[in-house]
């Protein structure tokens, strides 16, 4: 409870333009004066705020603010897709303070990833001139499947690394770089950026979409951003099954949309049509379309209607209030995008969109890595918080009232449910005495 305070306390001074008042963060976290006062004077003395005094135009005390330490430390948050890799430094503001973008590097599987990136990593701790002391921490959204919380990188196949990877990428750049890191998808880093900065900022119900080397989703539903879990990953519409459709995947499974209408996929079925040639990557094929070239013009129209598909899917299982689209082939002057909208017009006519508005990112190249770091922002002061049961016990209570509630609650243990009725009488005849008190 404590971490989350914190959290609150900082977006609240935060959102008052980095400085702001006890009073005022009280009104505006709704938490009680004692709990603003001692966690407040807490984060003083860690260095993450600073307290002015402002002398009174007349009679009276002087007026105290506290503010964001500009020297209290800065994120990094990274950026790791299948095309480019980014690098974004913020303070606690997430105003960015140094940003890098490299092509991704060639490399030779797993064992060969982490020695790429703590040299991308540690070349821009250098270039950006940044006291690498005041590093507090490290967000990574990665273009893959991840287990967030236990730091795995399950897979990453547009990364060249393939189901079964496992590696333990949390601990190894903990290790390098002496801070916390939290990893989470690209989509679900890009949807939390979009969730707190973007144009829609605020708004309870949101899918992002993502649409270069890979396509993917992430879903906002009642101001929380869906969990993805190794093997239930969320939102991977890339990889909806689609009959009839035989190419290989780079998941290693055939028949996935993003083997027909991804990135490198439309590039290589794009070799297969200009044989001979130099053949044109998607941007050059989307430029060949708009020119008339029927061959490309068939080939995106269909690759459109994949996505359109998959992205048909998602808004009719949620229900969004915004639909946001990301990556590179998602242009207003592309000739792909148009098309995959003109056929998301037939999937989901817009009188059965409830008013769901659509739009473009317009966070720039970085949202993936700011939303990295914002999330590692809230999942260094806010961990996951773990049950004090054992899940058997929990789902042996399925469909009890309030029990899950409470045994969440409590480290008590029982063995079965006349027992467990037992020690739930007894904790309400404790707290009807508490009240009474």
Known sequence: MRERV???ILDAVRNDHGESSKKSIQAATGLAWGTVCKNVDGMISDGLLVYRKEEPSGRGRPIGHVMLNPNGGFLMGVDL???FWRVLFTDFMFKPLFKKTIRRPDYAGADAFCPELFRFLECALKESSL??????GIGIGISGNIDSEHGILVSAANLGLKNGTNLALRKRVEEQFGVKTYLSTSQAAAAWAEYHFGRYAGTGNLITVGIGVGIGAAIIANHTLLPNRPDRPTGYIGHLYLPGINRPCVCGNSGCIEAFSGGNSLAAIARELHAGTTSPDA???????????????????????YDAF????????????????????????????RELLRRLDHHVPPPRRGGMSIALSELGAEHTALGAARLYFENLFCPVPRPAVSPDMTEKCR????????????????????ALFQEYSFFLKKQIENIKK
Do not use: N, W
């Not at 006291?131 to 507090?136: E, M």
């Open 283 to 305: 941007a050059g094929l989307d430029r060949l379309a708009a020119s008339g070239d029927p061959e490309t013009r068939e080939l995106l129209c269909r690759a459109a209607d």
């Open 81 to 83: 897709g299948g095309a």
């Open 131 to 136: 006291p690498c002391a005041r590093l507090c």
């Open 310 to 337: 998959g992205i048909a899917f998602l808004v009719q299982m949620y229900h969004p209030d915004v639909l946001i689209f990301t990556g590179a082939q998602c242009r207003t002057d592309g000739f792909l995008f």
């Open 399 to 418: 469909g009890l009232p309030e029990i899950t509630g409470f045994l969440h609650r409590t480290k008590r243990k029982t063995d079965s449910k006349t």
């Open 6 to 8: 914190k959290v609150q």
